[in-house]
């Protein structure tokens, strides 16, 4: 039986169109199961959506902190309810294994629910003028009207950790999914649809970059793009926002190195190593795709880390036994088997993986690869692959690990195994990621904290947490004459 096809909601409802554009949405670990079909948005519909967000705004803006938070506790609510519903259909329509869609959608809902209670904790601050008989308040107000561009590889999570605070802080948002992900994100509309919230407030548009997205951030009444993805991307809608000078929040790749010291815990040490990288298909903008060793371990973490890679299962993102799912569609399974061919050609060594699986029902399944023998200026060193393809580079010491993992123009995660307190105080305090982890995977971070990079990682204020306001609110000074 086909799946009903459904559409966008825009000014406070699931429209209904004649349209025959439609996106079939399928489950990469059995492309012949269609998960959904969805009416495709244009230009047109895209500028009523953000128009409604326009008219909406200024009610919303003023609308009362409870009002406010009342909305995004029901929203987190149900989705911690609904929690093994919406994780087997992310695991259906992304690929990622149930256990781990199971803790994207809690993240998901916890957010929301941390920005209900943020909601109530206004701030402002009041100062003594240097001026007689002169009062001054400083407050913040909404930015105004958000389009929000978010990724496939986290397609709750992500929308969540913008869509919340957006609202929270007094903002309309027009929220544009990525295609390979529409079903997670029509849920979460679904839900948001029920929440109470004014019609224009929160509007959602499946459909392409170069009708919506570009709509979005060409829009003279749109006020700021918060957006994770690609840095091609990212370049390209900094250009094109500069141009009506509006506020952006980037999110682009990431390059991230791990280092392994000698006097780590091989066990530790592999372990971390496992998860970052492959966890998750690697397909994390934290992932660790490079892994850098200090040569007094490198041959038995090596060893290690290759017999626990062959022994993860790769298969059906629904099966409870499985370790690591399908990638997320064809291209990026050939653009995973490009890499490793390109890595082979370069000289490195091959370990293990990095092989398409066949199965009957064509799903992307791709064995975890691990190089070895690896030089700074291979492309599967540099180069963000997203995908399950891990690069072991081998080193003298802690200072020769530091330097290499300093030498990419990348900058959102690090990480560092060690049992030494200095090399992990120098590391964190000298790293130029923005986010840094001892003994612990570079991918895997808190709801209530800021989220971001340097570099060409990230561009403009910090996502999440009580920083988030930084992006969603403009700053105002006001002075009084006593």
Known sequence: MNPVIKSSYVDGTFVSTSSTDLLENHNPSNPQDIVDRFVRADQALTEQA??????????WARSNPQQRADALDFIGSEILARREELAVLLAREEGKIVREARGEVERAGRSFKFYAQEALRAEGEKYQSVRQD??????????????????WNFPIAIPAWKIAPAL?????????????????????????????????????????????????????????????????????????????????????????????????????????????????????????????????????????????????KVGDALQASTDIGPVVD????EQNLAYVASGMEQGANLVCGGERIENDAGAYFFTPA??????????????????????????RDYEEAFAAAEDTSFGLSSGIVTSSLKAAEHFKRNSSAGMVMVNLPTAGVDYHVPFGGNGASSLGSREQGTHARQFFTRTKTTYQLA
């Open 370 to 395: 691990l190089f070895t023998e690896v030089n700074p200026d291979m492309r599967i060193y540099r180069e963000e692959i997203f995908g399950p393809v891990l690069s072991v580079l081998k080193v």
């Open 330 to 333: 064809s291209r990026q399974l």
């Open 168 to 312: 929270c802080f007094g903002n309309c948002v027009v929220f544009k999914p990525a295609e390979l992900v529409p079903s997670s994100a029509w849920a979460l509309a679904e839900i948001i649809s029920r929440a109470g919230l004014p019609p224009g407030v929160f509007n959602m548009l499946i459909g392409p970059g170069r009708s919506v997205g570009d709509t979005l951030i060409r829009s003279p009444l749109i006020d700021g793009i918060s957006f994770t993805g690609s840095e091609n991307t990212g370049r390209q809608i900094a250009r094109l926002a500069a141009e009506s000078m509006k506020k952006v929040q980037l999110e682009m790749g990431g390059k991230n190195p791990l280092i392994v010291l000698d006097d780590a815990d091989l066990e530790q040490a592999v372990d971390v190593a496992l998860n970052g990288s492959f966890y998750s298909t690697g397909q994390r903008c934290t992932a660790s795709s490079r892994v850098i060793v200090t040569e007094g371990i490198h041959n038995a973490f090596v060893e290690r880390l290759a017999e626990r890679t062959r022994a993860l």
């Open 134 to 151: 002169v009062g001054i308040d400083v407050f913040t107000q909404p930015l105004g009207v958000i389009g929000i561009i978010a990724p």
């Open 50 to 59: 953000i128009s409604a967000a326009r008219r909406a705004q200024q009610g």
